[in-house]
């Protein structure tokens, strides 16, 4: 994915990117609580974790002059469907033209979020659904499907 991106930006150039430091969400949030969920995270994070102030990214882009996302990537550990509901202006606008969420097919995997509760969401929106990419195979695992996560494609539809 970072290759795919650098290709893009070089395409394209640097003029057209910003580089923002800002968490998102379904909802503003003062001083929250980091809550990377995973073991990797939980071995490298300080004691007490790290606060953070989350804004939706209707806010966001409103406050940050943003009228048009080409590309909406969103691998947020199991809160991308969060994350999208706070676009819900966006969306419903169509100013967002590809989103690219990471997805899960598993019913209990907590550290993705489910592919058909995002296509469900995304639809009422009028995003359809394209492809999968970066498709992760769990081969080994008798408690998962072959496929554990991967990156699902939506963009607006036509009329």
Request: charged residues 25%; hydrophobic residues 35%.
């Amino acid at each position: 994915m970072k290759k795919f991106l650098r290709r893009i930006v070089e395409c394209v150039g640097y003029r057209y990117f910003k580089i923002a430091y800002q968490a998102v969400g379904l909802d503003h949030a003062h001083n929250v609580q980091n809550s990377l969920r995973n073991e990797l995270s939980d071995k490298c994070s300080s004691k007490g974790g790290e606060l953070v102030m989350i804004k939706t990214l209707d806010s966001f882009c409103a406050e940050q002059d943003v009228i048009h996302i080409d590309l909406l990537k969103t691998d947020t550990e199991g809160f991308d469907l969060e994350l999208l509901k706070g676009a819900e202006g966006l969306l419903r606008s169509k100013q967002i033209r590809f989103i690219l969420t990471e997805a899960t097919f598993h019913p209990d995997d907590s550290y993705q979020t489910s592919f058909f509760r995002v296509a469900k969401y995304l639809s009422g929106f009028g995003y359809c659904f394209v492809d999968l990419y970066d498709h992760d195979f769990v081969c080994c695992s008798p408690a998962r499907p072959p496929l554990a996560y991967c990156n699902a494609l939506f963009t607006a539809c036509k009329n």
